[in-house]
């Protein structure tokens, strides 16, 4: 069975403060990763992709991978109140879908 | 607007009904999705498609029947729903599967009473 695990959350943090988000998955043979943020009601949006070992940064957001590990990470820097949302991790193994965790939901709060 | 449309975007239908619910992509993608998001639950695949062609019906109930007529255009006939099948529908897109990642459509919000 391949799987995607994320904590469910919630997480609080503070505004400002750094959110770190995580997910491990059970298939070595996945090549992709994605983090989706979705908004109560909403349907998801991209956020992040990354597919290779070591950090990506865009903006405020950081993907970490370690493919060793099966670990992929994303750090949220100057959280805010607006970025307060569930955040999906997927996975892509060597087929034609992507594997979603069930989603860690992030409170930030003023 | 995320380049994939669904419409409608809110539907309340009597368990007796027959509707259908439907997706446009103009990314040119050649994979297609339907997922089911219920209440504080987690994404569950219904139905793939690649190039047309349905590679993936993960034991969806009949009363749920896709449809995808051309690699731009995807449907979702329902029939027969049960109150339980009332969640968020969600329809994706990618270029050629999900090592490119997806794009969501804004979902339909289907209520069934």
């Known amino acids: 069975q391949k799987e995607v695990e994320q904590n469910s959350g919630p997480l609080s943090v503070p505004e400002g403060a750094i959110a770190s988000l995580n997910c491990t998955y059970s298939d070595r043979g996945s090549q992709s990763f994605f983090w989706y943020r979705q908004y109560s009601g909403k349907s998801p949006e991209l956020i992040m992709s990354?597919?290779?070992?070591g950090d990506k940064e865009d903006g405020r957001f950081t993907a970490q991978l370690n493919k060793a590990s099966q670990y992929v990470s994303l750090l949220i820097r100057d959280s805010q109140p607006s970025d307060s949302a569930t955040y999906l991790c997927?996975?892509?193994?060597?087929?034609?879908?992507?594997?979603f965790g069930t989603g860690t939901r992030l409170q930030v709060f003023p | 607007e995320t380049g994939v449309t669904q419409t409608p975007r809110h539907l309340v239908m009597g368990m007796t009904n027959k509707k259908s619910l439907k997706c446009e992509q103009h990314?040119?993608?050649?994979?297609m999705y339907w997922y089911k998001q219920s209440a504080k639950k987690p994404l569950e695949l219904m139905f793939v498609?690649?190039?047309?062609?349905?590679?993936e019906n993960n034991s969806v109930p009949s009363r749920f029947s896709p449809e995808c007529p051309n690699s731009s255009h995807l449907f979702l006939h329902l029939h027969t729903l049960q109150p339980e099948d009332s969640a968020l529908y969600l329809c994706a897109s990618s270029p050629s599967g999900g090592r490119d990642g997806y794009t969501f459509g804004s979902g339909t919000r289907l209520t069934v009473v």
């Open positions: 990314l040119g993608h050649n994979a």
């Open positions: 997927a996975a892509a193994p060597n087929t034609d879908k992507l594997i």
């Open positions: 498609y690649n190039f047309k062609e349905q590679t």
């Open positions: 990354i597919y290779s070992n």
